[in-house]
């Protein structure tokens, strides 16, 4: 399971014919402590979080993606999307959608067929970080290359400011 989601986020990354470098390393999910591990700053991670939503008619899933140092604002998002409910799905929901552990889950929706929201300050940094759909596997890649994924899908993704 985690290999295939490994291989997946490869194959867009090939799509989009972007440069990124692979860092294996000591298994790890939670963002201050891989952090340490990889010898990037907090803030230079991207954790993706998969929320529930719900609204009138309508339910999903929505992965958001905001620096390591800081938590989503999921008060914000909700507003944001007009959903009327909105949470943090749970673990048995993160491995049923995404195919991945809890802290292995990549940035990118597309590859769950579920909507991305990013936090604009992840492009503040110049480099990004984070696990490839493992726990033992990091991506390190320039966030003008993750905006070529973002800007290629206008539909699936927005970028705004989703932390607290």
């Known amino acids: 399971m985690e290999e295939r989601q490994h291989n997946n ?29 990889r010898g990037n700053k907090p803030e230079e991670g ?8 719900k609204s009138y008619n309508d339910k999903g899933y929505l992965l958001a993606d905001v620096p390591g140092n800081l938590k989503v604002n999921i008060d914000g998002i909700k507003v944001l999307k007009g959903f009327n409910e909105l ?4 673990p048995d929901e993160v491995r049923n959608v995404t195919k991945c552990e809890i802290g292995a889950v990549p940035p990118f929706g597309e590859l769950f067929e579920i909507e991305s929201v990013f936090d604009e300050k992840l492009f503040l940094n110049e480099y990004l970080y984070f696990n490839a759909a493992s726990l033992i596997k990091s ?15 206008v539909e699936k993704y927005s970028i705004n400011n989703i932390s607290i």
């Open 9 to 37: 986020l490869v194959e867009l990354f090939g799509k989009y014919n972007l440069e990124y470098e692979i860092i294996e390393h000591e298994a790890e999910g939670i963002s201050e402590k891989i952090a340490a591990i």
């Open 46 to 53: 991207c954790k993706s979080m998969l929320l529930r939503w």
């Open 87 to 90: 949470r943090m799905a749970t």
């Open 139 to 153: 991506i390190k890649i320039k966030s003008s290359e993750v905006k070529k994924i973002i800007e290629n899908n």
